[in-house]
């Protein structure tokens, strides 16, 4: 008589190698499924920022992208400026938003600290009028480096860069402490937990 299937060691050997495998490809797919959201996280802001630069040219009006709660990790919201005080007047029409979960950190040097406000040219300018340029860094969760750089050039022309280098903005201790660009004086924001 011919024997047909698995004896029970032959079962138990085959779950032991199965778990014994999965306990070292999970680490790996862990990082990766971080990396594509950070990827993701990068991509989706930087076409916020192309897509308020058309709005405002095709409009020739101008167009404010701001970050939810003054946290581009939280989301953005992109409103036409009809009243000229941008994302503080709720009767600005919002034209996109999208809502991020905070677990990718993402922090803006000075001039892009939590908005940037293109001009019906197109071009990144403060609330008083005067250019603005500036860098929006997707960190990593455990160093402290930029793994991904949103670029804003004067002329209002916007890159994504994946180079991986150490930033301030993207300490972990304590939080985040960037410097507010709106139309005033720059002053230390709140820290972020």
Known sequence: MTQRGFT???MLLGLIVTSFIAQLAVP??????????????????AAGLRYARMEAITRN???????????????????LDVSGRGHQDDDNPVLLERQGDGRVPVAGNGPVTNQVRFSGLGEPVFAGGGFRAGTVHVCDTSQAQSLY????????RISLRSDK???ALCRADAGIVGLRAASGPAVPSASRT
């Open 8 to 10: 029970l060691i032959e």
């Open 28 to 45: 790996g797919f862990k990082g990766l499924l971080e990396s594509q959201q950070r990827q993701s996280v990068a991509q989706s802001l």
């Open 61 to 79: 009006q101008a167009v404010v992208i701001h970050a939810n709660d003054r946290d581009w990790s939280l989301g953005w919201r992109v409103i």
């Open 149 to 156: 750089q949103i670029v804003l050039a004067p002329s209002g």
């Open 165 to 167: 280098t150490e930033q």
